[in-house]
Nanobody, 124 residues
Framework: QVQLVDSGGGLVQAGGSLRLSCAAS????????MGWFRQTPGKEREFVAA????????YYVDSVKGRFTLSRDNAKNTLYLQMNNLKPEDTAVYSC?????????????????WGQGTQVTVSS
């Protein structure tokens, strides 16, 4: 079993930055593939970024490439999403997720464990 706690969301103006954190407990964090997804009302959950368990590979949706950076600290069991140059269209509830696999990382169904979500609001 894995418990995930998201934090770091908030209200920021366009062009600003936020850093989301996801603290994991309950299972060896270092063997988990970790991802961030976001969701707005009435829309399906959208893949944002993922990192494999060694931390050697990261994946991003095109709309955040060059602005968001995903990293993990296996010693602290924590995942980070640094979000720079935020845009109003980045507004959503962001949730971290953990998978025991390194495949199909773009799909929410691949992830077994989820954080509670943290709201990110970007004003224009």
């Amino acid at each position: 079993q894995v418990q995930l706690v998201d934090s770091g969301g908030g209200l920021v103006q366009a062009g600003g930055s936020l850093r989301l954190s996801c603290a994991a407990s309950g299972r060896a964090f270092s063997v988990l593939t970790m991802g961030w997804f976001r969701q707005t009302p009435g829309k399906e959950r959208e893949f944002v970024a993922a990192i494999n368990w060694p931390g050697s590979a990261t994946y991003y949706v095109d709309s955040v490439k060059g602005r968001f950076t995903l990293s993990r600290d296996n010693a602290k069991n924590t995942l980070y999403l640094q979000m720079n140059n935020l845009k109003p269209e980045d507004t959503a509830v962001y949730s971290c997720a953990a998978s025991l696999e390194n495949s199909n990382i773009y799909f929410p169904a691949q992830y077994k464990y989820w954080g509670q979500g943290t709201q990110v609001t970007v004003s224009s």
